[in-house]
């Protein structure tokens, strides 16, 4: 019988949480079912979006004590308001302020604006609803544990939840497992992946500037790799930031990229926040890229003895991670009397 179980009621669909289910299973192995609901004798794992005000009162009210896992960077505002700090969005606690204040406006005329801004204005308020939320399941705070997808929201959720023991908090490492060993040659595709807002368009058209090569602009998305733009093989997928103060790079797209047994560029000085970012290129300029280009075969192999090295680090993370849930204090899933 299965041990663990991922509750996935709070998300209208799977298309958001596959990549942190995926990593789930590499923890956990085959021994985790998912659901709606939380199921009893079970440790229920429940992922990060409280939108739904009933269904993070289902979380809170439960007879059931849930694992959190944290998708979020998050910051403190007025007042020791927790924001979820969405890009572009920096933690001065007047731009938090004049964000709730736009919120309170847009909720009532909403319906009045044109559609396009209609749109726009719904999102906003689908994000201050995931703030709500996640104020309440912080100020609960009573979890099995805490799992976060890179080590500053694990640093963050420490100092926001001082209630729950410092031994229950982690961050996933997902394992690369995907080390292909066949040449690379320089007609490999160049892609940039991932939502295009004004900024990153901004610096792709920079990039093919100076570049002689275009850079196709695939998504990934659920049935993409039938799309002719999406090369089927290995490729080269470029990384750019969602705004130029936006410091942290992206876990999940780095490994949704190498697992596939590609490669990922970033661009600008080294990151070093999270271990998975030195299986990346790192290229100082655009102009810095057709150099590389030039010596890829070298650069590939060091990529990939980095990535033998970090699937070591992630293997020992991740065991520590299950050893944590195979000694928890309880019945499977079931709050202590």
Not at 212 to 222: G, M, N, T, Y
């Amino acid at each position: 019988m299965a041990k663990f179980h991922l509750v996935t009621g709070n998300h209208k669909s799977s298309i958001g949480i596959e990549d942190i289910h995926l990593m789930l299973l590499d923890v956990l192995g085959d021994d985790l079912t998912t659901g709606t609901f939380a199921e009893k004798s079970k440790i229920n794992f429940v992922i990060e979006d409280f939108a739904s005000q009933d269904f993070a009162s289902y979380i809170l009210d439960s007879e059931f004590k849930f694992c959190l896992v944290l998708t979020e960077f998050m910051n403190l505002g007025y007042f020791g308001k927790i924001f979820i700090n969405k890009f572009g969005i920096k933690s001065n606690p007047i731009v938090l302020f004049s964000k709730d204040l736009v919120f309170a406006t847009v909720r009532n005329l909403k319906d009045f604006l044109p559609f396009r801004l209609k749109l726009k204005c719904e999102e906003f308020i689908y994000w201050n609803k995931r703030e709500m939320g996640l104020r309440r399941m912080l100020r609960h705070g009573d979890f099995n544990g805490v799992f976060c997808l890179h080590p500053a929201i694990e640093q963050q959720a420490r100092e926001y939840m001082p209630k729950l023991s410092p031994d229950s908090f982690f961050t996933l490492f997902p394992r690369l497992n995907n080390i292909q060993r066949e040449e690379v040659n320089l007609d490999i595709p160049i892609v940039s992946f991932g939502s295009k807002n004004k900024y990153r368009k901004r610096e792709i058209s920079k990039f093919n500037n100076v570049f002689p090569s275009k850079v196709l602009q695939p998504k990934f998305e659920k049935g993409s790799s039938g799309n002719d733009s999406v090369p089927m093989g290995k490729f080269i997928d470029l990384y750019f930031r969602n705004s130029k103060s936006w410091k942290y790079l992206s876990p999940v797209r780095f490994w949704r990229t190498l697992r596939k047994g590609s490669f990922i560029v970033y661009f600008g000085e080294e990151v070093s926040d999270h271990p998975i970012n030195k299986c990346a290129i790192r290229v100082n300029t655009y102009k810095d890229f057709a150099t590389s280009i030039e010596s890829l075969s070298v650069v590939v192999e060091e990529i990939r003895k980095k990535i033998e090295i970090y699937d070591d680090i992630a293997k020992e993370n991740n065991d520590r991670c299950l050893i944590f849930l195979n000694n928890l204090d309880l019945c499977p899933g079931v709050k202590n009397d």
